[in-house]
């Protein structure tokens, strides 16, 4: 029996002006700051002494992992970051207001390009230009995701690196975003294509999963 921690990060500036984000950085605000600490400091009582953390290549989850671990004082385990936990991409819609997109593709559209499995966003005119995508192809930047685009990078780096930690016996910590962890929730949990939809996963509320020797579920607490 072998533990599992899935965060998502703090409220981030974008969150905080509900805003797109993806790929695009975006800060910690004050009170993302403060909800972290928070989540660390709830998972510190349960004792749960970690082996390895893993994150994305986004500011905004580096630094919740990184608060998360120094309430736990656990600054020292590795930080593995990749791309492949990045947030959804969404494409044209970044950095647009929520409500505005609403206004202007329609409240039903606009559901079904957050919510559902297979919808794409609007597609950027180009993939974005960024230095820490430089080593890799150029193919793994997309212009626009669906959240089951977004599953075929997430769950391979789940499958080929966090689940064989896992059988081995050694707690894992995963501190991403909201549609990479509803993308390994559906995975973990075979939840359907449509009952995705309903599914969310709160800022800094650590979901804590107890996994057999065959990577079932046993339980499900959410602090």
Do not use: C
């Amino acid at each position: 029996m072998t533990k599992l921690v899935l965060i998502r990060h703090g409220q981030s500036l974008a969150n905080q002006e509900n805003e797109y984000t993806g790929w695009s950085d975006s800060p910690l605000t004050a009170q993302g700051i403060r909800e972290a600490k928070i989540a660390g400091e709830k998972l510190r009582q349960t004792g749960i002494v970690f082996e390895h953390v893993h994150t994305s290549v986004l500011q905004r989850a580096i630094k919740t992992a990184d608060i998360v671990l120094a309430e736990l004082g656990q600054e020292y385990l590795p930080l593995i970051k990749t791309w492949r936990l990045n947030e959804r991409h969404y494409g044209a819609l970044r950095g647009l207001n929520k409500d505005y997109t609403r206004k202007l593709y329609g409240k039903k559209q606009v559901a079904l390009w957050r919510r559902s499995f297979e919808a794409v966003p609007p597609l950027l005119e180009k993939p974005q230009s960024d230095r820490r995508y430089q080593k890799y192809p150029k193919t793994i930047v997309p212009r626009a995701e669906s959240l089951k685009q977004a599953s075929a990078r997430i769950i391979p780096y789940w499958v080929d690196q966090v689940a064989p930690k896992v059988l081995q016996g050694k707690a894992q910590l995963i501190v991403a975003h909201g549609s990479t962890l509803r993308a390994l929730i559906k995975y973990l949990e075979a939840i359907s294509d449509t009952g995705i939809d309903g599914v969310e996963v709160a800022n800094a509320a650590p979901i804590i999963y107890e996994l057999d020797e065959k990577l079932q579920i046993i339980s499900k607490t959410t602090l």
